[in-house]
């Protein structure tokens, strides 16, 4: 049989991951078994065993009633098989069908409880299962009802669409659709493993009844997903029972259900692309990690906690001086140094602090010296008396 609807509804976890019990109260009551199809839509059918017990791309495992519909008076109990939430519940449809044709009979198909008739889903932690076709005014639950492993939660009955007295126990992933549902016992032609009974039991056999420890549980209110608080300032989620908070320093922020809410990001006043965790100043866009450094600003542009020094100040590096010529003899002031290097970058000239001569202290060129050599020469020739003065001789130059 096929439900075209299905049941994906958003609810608080609950519980870790378990084995499952076998999901009867009798002991004897039933007689045939219709596995899951382990081959998919269209390719023909075959059970966890590699067996034929099954029927084309059928999403759950049958028990079938001893006795057929006639037996459902009998009252045989459908119990929870771990302990859980339940997520939803429908009671009040016929529960007696032998088909799954509205056609045939206006009381049964899909139009009933989404093909399930009457039914309970239960949230078992990690997973999800579907206890279906259940007998008119026996369930017990209502959604948001915590149950223990081995609580009654309805009896076994044909409403919805099904050809007989049945249980049908679909097992799928929290939030999974019906094409997600897996097949819960494990063998050679199934995908499972190990198990997902505590004891699987013998092929065409029930499972045994017999649960595990009871699991960790999340509080009331706790969600699967990353969930704001009421004020905003942190994100909480619970898995498997372990309760996790977030705080969320500049806000928390709500998302599309179903998806996990996050941390806001931290401001950025400035634009700059910076965050404030991270910008040394989020008032000024000009100053950031990867900012271009101005040297000798006093200003840390790039955020990296010193300002870069520039060449021959703010502790920059000293060109180094230019030096005498290669072919200068040491000690010799007057070699082509003096021709080849400008007077400021003389090896004997006065450094200042950018390595270099300092202002005003030149020394005096060739030329200027020649001039002043002739200059004196002259000034001698008109203070000393001419050679013979006073003797009668002639001058001389």
Do not use: K
Not at 174 to 184: I, K, V
Not at 222 to 234: F, L
Not at 288 to 316: K, N, T, V, W, Y
């Amino acid at each position: 049989m096929r439900w075209l609807v299905v049941l994906a509804l958003a609810v608080p976890a609950s519980a870790t991951a378990q084995t499952f019990s076998s999901p009867v109260g009798c002991d004897g009551c039933i007689a045939n078994w219709y596995y899951f199809d382990s081959t998919g839509e269209g390719g023909g059918v075959q059970d966890w065993n590699c067996g034929g017990s099954s029927y084309e791309y059928h999403r759950g495992s049958d028990f079938s009633l001893a006795g057929g519909n006639g037996a459902i008076a009998s009252g045989w109990d459908v119990v929870a098989a771990a302990d859980g939430t339940v997520v939803s519940a429908q009671d009040g449809h016929y529960d007696r069908c032998t088909t799954c044709s509205a056609s045939v009979d206006a009381r049964c198909g899909t139009d009933f409880g989404f093909g399930y008739g009457n039914h309970v889903v239960v949230n078992h932690g990690s997973y999800r299962v579907i206890y279906a076709h259940l007998r008119t005014g026996s369930v017990r639950v209502a959604p948001g009802d915590a149950v223990r492993c081995g609580d009654a939660l309805g009896q076994i009955a044909s409403s919805g669409c099904s050809t007989g007295a049945h249980l049908h126990f679909e097992t799928r992933p929290l939030g999974g659709a019906f094409t997600t549902a897996f097949d819960p016992f494990a063998g050679s032609c199934s995908s499972t493993s190990p198990t997902r009974w505590t004891t699987q039991g013998a092929y065409r056999g029930m499972p045994t009844r017999g649960c595990g420890p009871p699991a960790p549980t999340c509080p009331a209110g706790t969600y699967a997903i990353w969930t704001c608080d009421d004020a905003r300032t942190e994100r909480r989620r619970c898995v498997d029972g372990v309760d996790e908070t977030e705080p969320c320093p500049h806000g928390c922020l709500s998302m599309p259900v179903g998806t996990d809410d996050v941390c806001a990001p931290p401001p950025d006043a400035d634009g700059d692309g910076s965050p404030a965790g991270e910008d040394c100043d989020d008032m000024d866009a000009g100053r950031r990690p990867g900012a271009m450094e101005i040297c000798g600003d006093g200003i840390d542009q790039d955020c990296d906690g010193e300002d870069l020094g520039c060449p021959a100040s703010d502790a920059g590096p000293t060109p180094m001086d230019a030096g005498l010529a290669s072919d200068a003899s040491p000690g010799d002031a007057g070699s082509r140094a003096d021709v080849a290097v400008p007077e400021t970058r003389r090896p004997d000239a006065v450094v200042g602090a950018c390595g270099c001569r300092a202002a005003g202290s030149r020394r005096p060129s060739g030329a200027w010296l020649l001039g002043l050599a002739a200059l004196v020469v002259t000034m001698r020739r008109r203070v000393l008396p001419r050679h013979g003065a006073g003797t009668g001789e002639p001058d001389r130059v």
